[in-house]
Structures are given as structure tokens and as C-alpha cells.
């Protein structure tokens, strides 16, 4: 096929623009499991839970993604990130960290922990450290 | 006519209070500059926020959700954002008109205060202060923004509180900065949208709509709030360096009209002291 299969990726966080291009496919999770968006995906709207963002183009770009959502379009696919990171940019030593404390207090249960939350920071360092092993 | 001393002096004090209000002209132009930028590097991600939640409730017209429908309590919750600190003209003022001279009635008033100027104020003429987040106008994190937007979700769900209002200044561009004040919740689709060809296409939900706005009109507040903070930080700075920059020149029109007089005073002493001599030779020979 020589029709150009590339749709436009545009992932905005409050303080930025994260990044603008062309991708062929990009992956993520979201509340109902993990999706990988091809072009002509049918318009859909999407909620983030912590994951590995991955963004296919000429080459592979790994990030790990923490919240907002995702409008995808035909042609177009925005994030919308309240919280995302390049693998790069992560601390392993400190996702490990948070991991554990997250681990800890799940385990433990005391009554005043919120679990939500506790929850919430295991799968954040979880998919810290996946992005990075990606 | 006041003694050559007397105008001397006053000079000096106008001379010292330029240098200061030149001074914090400067800071102020520096500061805007960087909260402009900040401000600036928001609105893309504000956009594309209130483009997909208006376009969610355009397209799912008729879906029952509680952030949709006005509640009972006829409290309203207002989130008020001003500054630490005040010499910036109208700046805090106009936020408090806002308020005091709309529709309000003090007694529904419940304010969740961002700026020690404003909540001073309110709390003077008796509002109901519900929230002090005076701390952290003077760095806005997106972070703020959020535990912002939870407390007064929380308000909303236990249903003491029926709407919510944001009042902040809207950042036109460095000279004009517009006192806006705009309802959060229950949200209302906007009636000036431009219905684009995007917009037209039949969008899916996952989860279902009604999940979907649960989740992302928390999200939506929060950025709502954070712009509102950066552009009223971005404004306070703009306005006070219009109002030093105005009181630098007034302060200069001052000094230029005591000079006068000054000038004027020493040449009367010098033709008064000549007068006396030649009277006092006339006197002698």
C-alpha cells in the first residue's frame, strides 16, 4: 500500500506541548484495557489509567503516561496528559522506591491508608519501571 | 510661599519613592515576561480541554449526569483569585466587584480564596471563607490546581454547595487584563461554539458517556482553575507594572514642578538679599 498510513499525534500536558508529529501507531492503557490505535481508528474517547505510552514512527518512542484522556480521530489522535514523562527523563531508583512504599502500605491495610491512592502510586511506579525496561 | 528648605525636602522624598516605584516597575516587567510565557504554554492544552468537553456535551445532548444539573442548595461556592500583594492599580479591586456588585447574594457567598488581597477583603465585609490557598499564587502548580478542584467537588457532591464560579483575570495581552468570572459547575454547553466539521462526527465513549464524564470533568475544572491562576498572575504583574509606570511619571511631573518652584524661590532670596545691600549702600552714602 503506498497510501501514507501516519496520523497526527499531538500530546499536550498543562505546561507543554510533550510532543507533535506523525506515528503510525501508538499504544496505551486506558480504564478498559490496553489499545493500540492504527489510522481510521473510529472516533472514540478515551480515559488514561497508568501505563506505557508507546509511539510508533520512524523509530520508538517510549514514555510513561499517568492520567487525563485521549480523543482519537481518523485522522488525528490528541492526549490530553495530566501527568507524563520520557522513559529518559525516570529515576529507576525512585520508581523502585515508590514502588515498595506503595507495595507496603497495601499490604499492611492500616484504616487510615486511602487505597485508592496507594493504588493508584503502585501502578504509577509500575509503569514507570516498565517504560524504562521497555 | 513654602521655605526653600521645605521644597527642597519634598523633592527629595518624591525623588526617593520614583526610584522605588521605577524599581518595582522593572521587577514587574521581568516577572510578566516569565508569567506570560507560562500562561501562553497553557492555553494549548486549555483549548483542546474545552474543545472536547464541549464537544461531548453537544454531541451527547441529553445525557443525566449531577455536573450537569443544578442542585438544590442555592449556596454558591466561589473560587477567588487575587494577589499576595497589592500596588498593582485596579487589579485586586476589579476581582472584588466581581463579586460584591454582581448577582451574589452575600449570604449564598462561600469563597475559596487564592490571594491574601481578595480573601482580606471578603473576610472584612463578612463572606463566608471557606478555602485560604493564598500560599501558592505566588508559583501556581498544575498539582495546586487539582487539590483546588477536589475541594470544591467535594462541596458540590455533599451538596452543600449548588454552583460553582471561578473569578480570576483574564490575560488579553500586556495592557488589558479583563476581571472574568465564569461558572464551573454544573457545567453548561457553550452556545457561541462554532460547530466545526470535527465536531460533527458521531463519537464513541469508553467507558459509556456518563463514566466518562465522572472522570473527565474533574479534569477539566482542574485546568480551567490552573489557566485561571496563571493568567491572573500573568495580569497582576502586567497591571503593576502599569501602575508603577504611571506613578513613576506622575512622581516626575512632581519632581519637575518642585524644581520650578525651587528655582523660583532661590532667585527671590538672591533678588531680596541684593535689594537689601543696595538699600543699605543708599542708606550709608
Not at chain 1, 8 to 33: C, H, W
Not at chain 2, 265 to 271: F, L, Y
Request: zero cysteines; glycine letters at 6%; aromatic letters at 6%.
Amino acid at each position: 500500500m503506498a497510501e501514507d498510513r501516519n496520523f497526527d499525534l499531538e500530546i499536550i500536558t498543562p505546561d507543554r506541548v510533550f510532543y507533535k508529529g506523525q506515528a503510525s501507531m501508538v499504544e496505551f492503557n486506558t480504564t478498559e484495557g490496553e489499545i493500540g490505535v492504527y489510522k481510521d481508528h473510529i472516533p472514540t474517547t478515551v480515559i488514561i489509567k497508568p501505563g506505557v505510552l508507546t509511539i510508533t514512527s520512524e523509530e520508538k518512542k517510549v514514555a510513561a503516561l499517568h492520567s487525563g484522556f485521549a480523543t482519537i480521530l481518523q485522522d488525528k489522535v490528541t492526549i490530553l496528559a495530566e501527568i507524563i514523562e520520557w522513559a529518559a527523563e525516570i529515576d529507576e531508583e525512585r520508581a523502585k522506591a515508590s514502588k515498595e512504599r506503595a507495595e507496603n502500605r497495601i499490604r499492611q491495610g492500616h484504616e487510615e491508608t486511602d487505597m485508592a491512592r496507594a493504588e493508584t502510586s503502585l501502578l504509577r511506579a509500575m509503569a514507570r519501571i516498565k517504560s524504562i525496561r521497555y | 510661599m513654602a521655605s526653600m528648605r521645605d521644597i527642597k525636602r519634598r523633592r527629595g522624598s518624591v525623588q526617593s519613592t520614583q526610584q522605588i516605584t521605577k524599581a518595582m516597575k522593572l521587577v514587574s516587567t521581568v516577572k510578566l515576561q516569565k508569567a506570560k510565557q507560562r500562561a501562553e504554554e497553557t492555553t494549548n492544552y486549555f483549548d483542546a480541554m474545552y474543545r472536547t468537553v464541549q464537544g461531548m456535551l453537544a454531541k451527547s445532548g441529553n445525557i443525566n449526569h449531577p455536573y450537569l444539573n443544578p442542585s438544590n442548595s442555592s449556596k454558591k461556592l466561589v473560587i477567588m483569585i487575587t494577589s499576595n500583594k497589592g500596588l498593582a492599580g485596579g487589579y485586586n479591586s476589579n476581582v472584588i466587584k466581581l463579586i460584591t456588585q454582581g448577582d451574589f447574594k452575600r449570604e449564598d457567598v462561600m469563597i475559596s480564596a487564592v490571594g491574601k488581597k481578595g480573601k482580606e477583603y471578603m473576610a472584612r465585609t463578612e463572606y463566608q471563607i471557606v478555602a485560604d490557598h493564598s500560599d501558592l499564587i505566588d508559583y501556581p502548580l498544575y498539582e495546586n490546581a487539582r487539590q483546588i478542584a477536589k475541594e470544591a467537588l467535594d462541596l458540590f457532591a455533599k451538596g452543600e454547595v449548588g454552583e460553582i464560579y471561578l473569578a480570576y483575570t483574564h490575560f488579553k495581552n500586556t495592557v488589558s487584563h479583563i476581571p472574568t468570572l465564569i461558572k464551573l459547575l454544573p457545567v453548561e454547553a457553550d452556545q457561541n461554539v462554532q460547530q466545526t466539521e470535527e465536531d460533527k462526527i458521531p463519537m464513541n465513549f469508553e467507558p459509556k458517556e456518563e463514566e466518562a464524564l465522572q472522570l473527565i470533568i474533574p479534569t477539566y475544572i482542574t485546568s480551567l482553575i490552573y489557566g485561571g491562576m496563571l493568567e491572573s498572575v500573568a495580569s497582576e504583574n502586567g497591571a503593576r507594572m502599569q501602575a508603577m509606570d504611571s506613578a513613576t511619571s506622575n512622581a516626575e511631573e512632581i519632581i519637575d514642578k518642585l524644581t520650578l518652584q525651587y528655582n523660583r524661590a532661590r532667585q527671590g532670596a538672591i533678588t531680596q538679599e541684593l535689594t537689601e545691600i543696595i538699600a543699605g549702600a543708599q542708606a550709608i552714602s
